[in-house]
């Protein structure tokens, strides 16, 4: 059980400091250069276990559905995942549960919904 004294306690996403924030972007290369990769080599350079995930979209639509089913795939384990209307993104990522192994290790979401209107919820 969490004890209300932990809430909001934790480690950043990043150094608070602008002045860190002014350094990173004085030392970054302005150069253009080729970022194309195939999802599958995305995923392998850029999610990692304990990662946090975002996913934008609304519902079903505009959500970056290969890139969800490629982290299942790769089976990442104990992510984060925050998102506003997460339906779809959510359950792809849960259905990655049947592997065995425990995807998600927190979830910040809005509200998952949807499915009742099609008539799938239970």
Wanted: charged share 25%.
């Amino acid at each position: 059980m969490t004890s209300s004294e932990n809430i909001g306690r934790g480690p950043l996403f990043t150094d608070p400091d602008p002045d860190v924030a002014r350094a990173f972007f004085r030392e970054k290369k302005g150069a253009l250069t080729d970022k194309l990769m195939s999802v599958s080599d995305a995923v392998a350079r850029f999610v990692h276990d304990g990662d946090y995930l975002a996913s934008g979209g609304f519902g079903g639509n505009r959500i970056a559905t290969a890139l969800l089913h490629e982290v299942v795939r790769q089976e990442r384990t104990n992510l984060g995942f925050a998102g506003h209307t997460t339906t779809h993104d959510f359950q792809i990522l849960v259905a990655g549960t049947r592997t065995g192994k425990q995807i998600f290790s927190r979830l910040d979401a809005a509200y998952i919904l949807g499915l009742e209107a099609r008539g799938l919820s239970a």
